[in-house]
Each structure stands twice: as structure tokens, then as C-alpha cells.
């Protein structure tokens, strides 16, 4: 009961995501290293100067857009607005070429012959020259510049200012799994930080470990297909369950449950309320065996494809999960060629079945898509890696509930390049607005941030001053 009160609770607490920005449209070339094509296309970005004390040389505060249509960012990354009136900063969010209407190539974009011009180090190169424009073009450049992102954000605010550390001050990489490339890391450890999750809510993890075996037994009989058709709510035809999509979609339901297991109710990557972990654990919360198992994994994934939906649809498992609200269609291709990063699951330390790392059948199906074969070490040279040694001005930041956290640093690479981590956080929580509900983890990561973005803009003025006087 009192469980059920508190989560109740927690449903209505929400965040505040209604930021204002004008949107605005910058020129690139669509090669920057080949100087043979002469096309260029337009990406977008997003502006509030409201705080911005320009005559004083206020910072600019950057966020690198990554794998998503950027308003899904400006929205969610609360921690930048909040802290902007401080600061007296601008605030510009640049959306990642290839996606959300950042497309050189419209529609047509992540077609094949269309989309090799997606990659990091030309996103990268986008950013810097839209910087320089917003330096006015300045030889020597007059407002500091910080650099923000979250995961696949957070690893380009850390390359922008690894590759261009003349154009950034300083930068807040958050959950950034920027060790998560072959070799690195153990292919396993992020379904186990998934697991870890669920194991926080009695029987949870050991209920779903236990329902794959389940669900693919009731799926080899045409009645049982019909069974789990109907108990799970399942679109398309009942009496033959794509079995392999169907697993592959609830392992990616529990993965984003663990990843947006904030405190506040959020439609970052697809509604859901807050808590989400423990709100659809409340369903598995005894041990359960055979139909009443299935009708618990059916609340949950209810809960995944349905929360604040006016009308229940049927899950469409075969769909694939590229999280509606971002648009993220493009990073099956980057995950295909620069970012590959290895996960497997072992059944043993995890609640999921077992799926070794298997890097052939990887390489041949990105090439059946895309005709391209996988760079395994390409990042890591591109980057470095985790050898950041001679980097400087960079925080990297993960909260321990992250999955990603296992692509991440655990302690601090320098004096300059330091590494916060963050108990009882989930996926960038730190950019996260901030919420009545927020433990004091999040609070001191980021009054630590502030205090690095204050050190970094510190000392571009005392480099500057002969610009800036
Ligand atoms: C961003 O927020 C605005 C205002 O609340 C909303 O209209 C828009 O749909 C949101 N976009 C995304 C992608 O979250
Ligand atoms: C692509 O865009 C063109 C022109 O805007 C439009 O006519 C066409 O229907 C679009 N195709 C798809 C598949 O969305
Ligand atoms: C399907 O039919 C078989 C044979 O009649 C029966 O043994 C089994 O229990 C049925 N399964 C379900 C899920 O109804
Ligand atoms: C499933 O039903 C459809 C139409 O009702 C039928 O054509 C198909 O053969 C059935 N499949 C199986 C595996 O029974
Ligand atoms: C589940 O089903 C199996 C096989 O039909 C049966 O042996 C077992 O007793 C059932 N378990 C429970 C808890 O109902
Ligand atoms: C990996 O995949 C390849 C190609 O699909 C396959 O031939 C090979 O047996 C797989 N290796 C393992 C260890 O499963």
C-alpha cells in the first residue's frame, strides 16, 4: 500500500521543459576533408540570447547535438537553461547532420549512396565552423565557449574540445561512454548495470530472467503464439510471433527503462513515468511461474508502449526501437562504421539470454544494410580512446544507475580532465532539469560543474585580456 502511494506520488511530478529558443538554419559544406564536392546543406540550431550579456563577452554555452531531432535535447537539457541567468550566458543547441531536419539529402538522407557523409569527425567539423560564426569570424575569439552534451552528446563535447581546444573553453561531457569501443571494455558489464536496476525491486530481474524461455516456448505452438498475442497485445498476426524481434524488443524496453530511470515522469525517449523501473517491477514482484508471469511481463511492457497514451495501441514489436521522440534512425549507420561498441550478455550475471559479442555476423550485417564494413578501431584512433592524458578542461560525468557507465572513466584521467560519479543517477540526469525529487548526488555533480565551467571561463579571460579590454 504504502508502495503503491509513493509511486502514485512520483507520477505527478514533472519537470519543466518549456524552454524558448528561436531556431535558426547555418551552412556547411557536406565534405569538409575532401575538397572535391562543393555541395553544402543547412543544419539547424537553437538560440536564446535572453541572459546573454554580449557587451561583457557573456560565455556561450554549446550544446553538441547528437543522435536525435535537437528540440528533444534543448528540452530536456534543463541543467543549461538553469544556470544561464548566472552565467549571463547564450545558449545555442546545433543539431547532428542526418538528423531530425539537419538532412543534406532531405528524405532521402540514410539511403545507402546517400548517407556516408554521416560521421562524427564532419558533425564535429559542422560545430566548429558554426562556432566560429558566432565568434563573429574573430581571429581571436572573444566569448568562452563551453561545450555540453549527454551520451553520444557528452563523447562529442569531449572530442570538440580534444579536436578544436582553441574554439572551446571547456567541456561537460555527461555520460559519454567514450570507452565502450572494442577491447576496452568487458562486452557484458552493461546488461549487468541493467540487471543491477531491476535486482533493486524483489523477484523483478529473476522473474524476467525466467521469461524468455517461457515466451519462447508459448511462441513455437500456433495456440500459444495466440496466447501470447493476445496477453501481450501484440500487433500483427497472432498465430506466428516473430520471436526473435519480439525478444529483441524487450530487451531494449528493460535497457531504456534502466537508462531513463529518472525521479520526475519524462518523454525524452518515449513517455514514461517516474521511476519507471521500479513502477513496472510493482508487476513482477513475486515469484511467478508460467500465465501469471506472461501477464506481468504484459503489464510491463503496457507500461513501456502505452504510459500517457489517450488510447491503448498494440505493441508493435517488429517495429524496432528508435525512440520515437528522437528521430534516431542514423545511428544504426554510425554504429555500423565509426561507433561500433560491443554488448553481449552472459544469462549468468544478467537477467537477459545469452548473446555472445559476435563481430563477423556484426560486420556482415551492417554490410547487408549498408554496404559498409565496420571500423572497429576507427574512434579509438580518431579520439584516443581512454588515453586522454594530454586533453585538459574536460569533467566526464556518470550516475551509477547508467548502463552506459560501463563505456566510462571510474576515476579522474588528470588535473584538468576530471571524472564525477554520480550515485543513484540514471543517463545524464545531471542535464536533466532539475526536480523536487533530486537526491543530493545530482545536486553536488552539478554545483561541481559549475565550479569547472567557472575555472574554464576564468582562465579564457586571462588569456584574453589583451582581446577582451
Ligand atoms: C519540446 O518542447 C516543446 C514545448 O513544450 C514541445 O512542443 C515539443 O514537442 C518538444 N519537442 C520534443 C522533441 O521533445
Ligand atoms: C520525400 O520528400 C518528397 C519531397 O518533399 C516527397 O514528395 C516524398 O513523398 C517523400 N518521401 C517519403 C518516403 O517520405
Ligand atoms: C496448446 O495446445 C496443446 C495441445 O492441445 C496444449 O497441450 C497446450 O497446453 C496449449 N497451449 C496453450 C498456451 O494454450
Ligand atoms: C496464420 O493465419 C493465416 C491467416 O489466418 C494463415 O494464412 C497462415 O497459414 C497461418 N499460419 C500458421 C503458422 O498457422
Ligand atoms: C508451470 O507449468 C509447468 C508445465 O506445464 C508445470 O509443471 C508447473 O507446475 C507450473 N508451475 C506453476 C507454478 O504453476
Ligand atoms: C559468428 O558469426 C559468424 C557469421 O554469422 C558465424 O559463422 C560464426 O559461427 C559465429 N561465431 C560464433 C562464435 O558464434
Known sequence: ??????????????????????????????????????????????????????????????????EGQIEAFANYTGFMWEIAAEYQAKIVFAEHRYYGESKPFGNKSLEKEYIGYLT?????????????????????????????????????????????????????????????????????????????????????SENIQKSWHLIRSYSSSVNGSEYLHKTLNLCGASNATDINSLIEYLESAYVTLAMVNYPFASSFLTPLPAQPVAVVCQYLNQNLANESLLEGIAKVIDVYANYGKKTKQCVDYKEGDNYQNLDAGGWDFQACTEMVMPVCSTGQN???????????????????????YPRENMARLEYGGDLLQAASNIVFSYGLLDPWTAGGFISSVSDSVDVILI???????????????????????????????????????????????
Not at 548473446?355 to 560486420?363: I, Q, R
Open 1 to 66: 500500500m504504502w508502495r503503491y502511494l509513493l509511486l502514485s506520488m512520483f507520477l505527478f511530478v514533472n519537470v519543466n521543459t518549456h524552454y524558448l529558443y528561436k531556431t535558426k538554419w547555418f551552412e556547411v559544406p557536406l565534405d569538409h576533408f575532401g575538397l572535391g564536392r562543393k555541395e553544402t546543406f543547412k543544419i539547424k540550431y537553437l538560440e536564446n540570447e535572453d541572459y546573454w550579456n554580449k557587451n561583457e563577452y557573456g560565455p556561450i554555452f554549446f550544446y553538441t547535438g547528437n
Open 120 to 204: 562524427s569527425a564532419q558533425a564535429l567539423a559542422d560545430y566548429a565552423d558554426l562556432i566560429n560564426y558566432l565568434q563573429n569570424n574573430e581571429i581571436k575569439p572573444r566569448y568562452p565557449v563551453i561545450a555540453f552534451g549527454g551520451s553520444y552528446g557528452g563523447m562529442l563535447a569531449a572530442y570538440i574540445r580534444i579536436k578544436y581546444p582553441h574554439l572551446v573553453a571547456g567541456s561537460i561531457a555527461a555520460s559519454a561512454p567514450i570507452h565502450m569501443f572494442p577491447g576496452m571494455t568487458k562486452c557484458d558489464l552493461f546488461n549487468r548495470i541493467v540487471t543491477a536496476s531491476f535486482k533493486r525491486n524483489l523477484y523483478c
Open 350 to 372: 544478467d537477467m537477459f539470454e545469452a548473446s555472445p559479442w559476435n563481430f563477423t555476423k556484426f560486420s556482415e550485417d551492417c554490410y547487408k544494410k549498408y554496404n559498409v
Open 423 to 469: 550515485a543513484d543517477a540514471a543517463h545524464h540526469l545531471d542535464l536533466m532539469p532539475s526536480s523536487p525529487d533530486d537526491q543530493s548526488p545530482v545536486k553536488d555533480a552539478r554545483e561541481k560543474h559549475k565550479q569547472h565551467i567557472s575555472k574554464w571561463i576564468d582562465s579564457f579571460r586571462a588569456r584574453n585580456k589583451h582581446v577582451v579590454t
